[in-house]
């Protein structure tokens, strides 16, 4: 003798958020319910400037520029990828993540291997970047 159970249930989700300011009252933006909430609502900072960790007059800046450079030589090894991947925002990020971390070079290589790598994914071949960095030479492909 087989006994054979069945359950079914079926429950309609169906929800509301509401935000209550201090004090009951309702708002439609997130933002008026956190402010609404704030102990000190006079004493509040503005959101802090993002900080460029490159400050164009340092030695760190002028160090970080000639560490990144190989990636705009026409004539180096990431030259023939020029002509399908811009090269210059993958300086840009280049020196700004040597100027957040000099004297520690150690993300050139990471920066370099990017251009590289989006140069391979579109066909291009850069040539032996790697052995031209000392920083890198230690690292294969």
Request: charged share 20%; net charge negative; glycine share 6%.
């Amino acid at each position: 003798m087989k006994i054979h159970h069945e359950l079914t249930i079926s429950h309609t989700l169906s929800y509301h958020i509401s935000l209550s300011k201090h004090f009951s009252s309702q708002v439609d933006q997130a933002h008026e319910f956190g402010n609404s909430w704030a102990l000190y609502p006079d004493v509040c900072e503005a959101d802090p400037d993002p900080v460029d960790p490159c400050d164009t007059d340092s030695a760190e800046y002028q160090m970080a520029q000639d560490l990144c450079y190989p990636l705009l030589i026409e004539s180096g090894p990431f030259g023939r990828c020029h002509d399908l991947v811009d090269p210059t925002p993958y300086h840009e990020a280049c020196v700004y993540d040597l100027c957040a971390t000099l004297p520690d070079d150690d993300v050139l290589c990471d920066s370099l291997a990017e251009y590289a790598q989006a140069c391979r994914e579109v066909g291009g071949s850069p040539g032996d970047w790697r052995s031209g960095t000392p920083q890198c030479g230690k690292y294969s492909i």
